[in-house]
């Protein structure tokens, strides 16, 4: 069974009415224990990341920074980056959330999954942004190059919004594939994530950006994953797969101009699962909390083999950007996968 990865100490990340709150895990947890999934799987208490930890992957400067930024009173670290005093534990607690999930699906061979909060895929290595304040993600791969000698990691992200620090963070290093599907950086923050940022010299070639039209359905990302997920999970062959869970790019969600629906989130847990078997999955995005209430329980049941609804049809109605996209695309990685 899937083990859940979560703390009630998270909620002292308070960030008030900003759209990363802590009702985004109230309704996480409650919808899990009203259709009684709770109880019915794994759920560990994280522990905090260490410092070295965090020093894998953020720069000294940088942690000191946001130590005594929290421990003055906290605020804004940008304008829409928010920090309590309580953040810089908090933020170490849900670092180490992500570690914890690592760890069970290596000592395990079963699923993972860490809702925690902060999110942490805009953190770069030096500076805390979107929401983010530490990158979760790389601190636990850093952390399982480093503890247990894991030499190949496979990253999915599909928040809506770019990764961008994740992205920074391993541009360079050609042991990391990381994979983004997000909305056009053109017309949503952090306007990075085009698909001719590659990655740079080792790395070229394992940074694969696949930026969607705006109104993008289902059906949209169901046809552009089809065609590049497994020809370059195939080809790149990780000894470690990452999932960025986030669910802002649904029809509901107020901070993007997407359109996909609840069956989405069913379809790539499956679909992941037949490429990686087993995996670590970290909660990003996601900001309407029917959504998140909704599609937690789709993707725990898919994560556990309870199939909730059909979540794939062979006859798909895809928008010619969408086709245009990947054309663009497969000429850019011809050299590197055999899209």
């Given amino acids: ?4 990865i979560y703390s009630d100490e998270y909620m002292k990340h308070n960030t008030g009415n900003h759209p990363e709150n802590q009702e985004r895990l109230n309704v996480i947890v ?10 019915k799987i794994d759920v560990i208490s ?10 894998r992957v953020h720069s ?3 942690i000191e920074y946001i130590k005594k930024f929290c421990d003055s009173g906290g605020g804004y670290i940008d304008y829409d980056t928010f920090a309590a005093p309580e953040s810089y534990e908090i933020a170490k607690l849900a670092a180490g959330g992500a570690i914890k999930a690592a760890d069970f699906v290596l000592k395990n061979s079963e699923n993972a999954y860490s809702i925690a909060r902060p999110p942490g895929h805009h953190a ?20 399982l190059r480093n503890t247990h000698k894991i030499k190949k990691f496979l990253i999915f992200d599909f ?29 949503l923050y952090p306007g990075k994530g085009f698909i001719e940022e590659i990655g740079t010299g080792k790395g070229e ?3 694969l950006n696949i930026p969607m039209p705006e109104r993008s359905t289902t059906d949209d990302y169901i046809y552009i994953l089809e065609k590049i997920l497994e020809p370059a999970a195939s080809k790149f062959n990780a000894d470690f797969y990452f999932l960025d869970v986030g ?9 993007s101009s997407m359109a996909l629906t609840d069956k989405y989130y069913e379809y790539i847990i499956n679909k992941m699962k037949n490429i990686a078997g087993f995996m670590s999955l970290i909660l990003e995005g996601g900001y309407n909390l029917d959504v998140l209430s909704r599609c937690n329980v789709k993707i725990i049941n898919a994560l556990n083999n309870i199939k909730n609804e059909d979540y794939y049809k062979n006859e798909l109605n895809v928008s010619e950007n969408t086709k245009d996209t990947f054309n663009k695309i497969k000429d850019v990685f011809s050299p590197f996968y055999g899209f």
């Avoid at 994280?46 to 020093?55: I, K, Q, R, S």
């Avoid at 541009?171 to 990381?178: E, I, T």
């Fill in 60 to 62: 000294p400067s940088h």
């Fill in 247 to 255: 669910f802002d790019g649904h029809v509901d969600d107020p901070l």
């Fill in 30 to 39: 409650n919808s899990l224990k009203n259709k009684e999934i709770w109880n």
């Fill in 124 to 143: 770069t290595r030096e500076k805390s942004m979107g929401f983010c304040i530490f990158n979760n993600l790389a601190i636990a791969l850093e952390y």
């Fill in 1 to 4: 069974m899937t083990a859940l």
């Fill in 205 to 207: 070639g394992y940074n």
């Fill in 159 to 187: 928040d809506v919004h770019f990764g961008n620090g994740t992205s920074e963070i391993f541009y360079s290093d050609p042991d990391v594939l990381y994979i983004s599907i997000h909305q056009n950086p053109r017309t």
């Fill in 46 to 55: 994280p522990e905090p990341a260490t410092e070295d930890d965090l020093l």
